[in-house]
């Protein structure tokens, strides 16, 4: 059986009060008090009410007054207040409303009015009360559901960086492998990488390369091109590091540098087990082609114009620019513009030709690069520039 509501009614008029109760009382647990003072203290005191009524003209306090106290304390604002008047003016009823009542029965009584008035407002406030009740659950789900995502957003974020940290790690294991046993200092791989880049950026809009150069795809190129070489760690020492020109039987071995590196990437990516590997696959593609040429005449595969790898490319100019302005055995060190000048010279046979059109636009910007990670000290051994 649904339990019986409360209700909370002022009138200093005991007339009043007890055709009210005769009125409400078969129907809800009716309180009844006789001035503003005492349905403030019993409400005060825990007393229940879902409905308050009201009268507006009692001594002491009054009705409206009664009613702004009750919606000004967070206690009570949410209790539902019908005033009971015999005022008809217009201003009163808008003033009542003004303090947040929520209706006026006029006085006399009209004992259907009042039960179905009584009736409409509980049925209203418990659908408020509801509705409230659902939407603070419905926030405290968000909350919730907000938290565990901010919580999956920072296991995110945790292991891409560390997926960026075992990228760097394993791309400084690397390149600390490879210039142990090569001829090539760090500062050659750091120039090759921003020569990369700086490329990259110049030819993304081209409408060859638009799509194929985006930021992710270029940042991977800057973060793969040090293992250009890696493959060197395969060969030899008598080769790697001969000071003089090498015959062709040891021409051949060299050139499997290309293979080797392309081997011990691939390894690398098969231990990965599922995990993100685009920046070794991106390292596996300039390892392999680099020293591919735009005319098939390069190695290992003899791979022509955009067969050959955009990163592989890209690496290629990168490579050979910073074998001519650095100083070998062989080779005095070129200066920038005869270096851009003999590159200019491949267009179309070593170098795609958009790409050497590319590099003679920002030809300034590479010898800045070089001029800022220029090498304290000569390298030594023998460089693979063919």
Sequence with gaps: MEQMAHLLVADDQPENLLILEETL??????????SGHQALDYL?????????????????MSGFEVCRRLKSSPGTRGIPVVFLSSLD???????????????????????????????NH???????????????????????????????????????QQIIAAQGATITAFCSLAEARDNETGNHIRRTQHY???????????PRFRGMLEDDTIMLLFKSAPLHDVGKVGIPDAILLKPGKLIAEEWRVMQRHCEYGRDAIALARGDLHGM?????????????????????????QGAAGDAIPVSARLMAIADVYDALISHRVYKPAF????????????????FDPDMVD?????????????????????????????
């Design 196 to 206: 990369v880049r700086m490329l990259a950026e110049e030819l993304r809009d081209h």
């Design 122 to 160: 509980l049925k209203l406030a418990r659908a408020t009360r509801l509705l409230r009740s659902r939407n603070e659950d419905l926030e405290r789900l968000v909350v919730e559901r907000t938290r565990e995502i901010r919580v999956q957003a920072d296991e995110l974020v945790q292991r891409e």
């Design 358 to 386: 590319a590099l003679l636009r920002i030809a300034d910007q590479f010898n800045s690069i070089a001029e800022s990670f220029s090498d304290a000290s000569e390298p030594r051994g023998h460089e693979t520039l063919a």
């Design 335 to 350: 200066p920038h513009d005869r270096s851009i000048a003999m590159i200019r010279e491949e267009r179309g046979r070593h």
């Design 89 to 119: 003016s217009p201003a009163d009823e808008e003033f009542g409303l003004s303090l947040g009542a929520e209706d006026f029965i006029h006085k006399p009584f009209s004992a259907p009015v009042v039960l179905v008035r009584v009736r």
């Design 25 to 34: 009382g078969e129907h809800y647990r009716v309180h009844a008090v006789q």
């Design 276 to 300: 993100d590997d685009s920046f070794l696959r991106c390292a596996q593609e300039i390892a392999y082609s680099h020293h591919e040429r735009w005319n098939g005449g390069g190695y290992p």
């Design 44 to 60: 005060e005191g825990g007393g229940p009410a879902e409905l308050v009524l009201l009268d507006v003209v009692m001594p002491g």
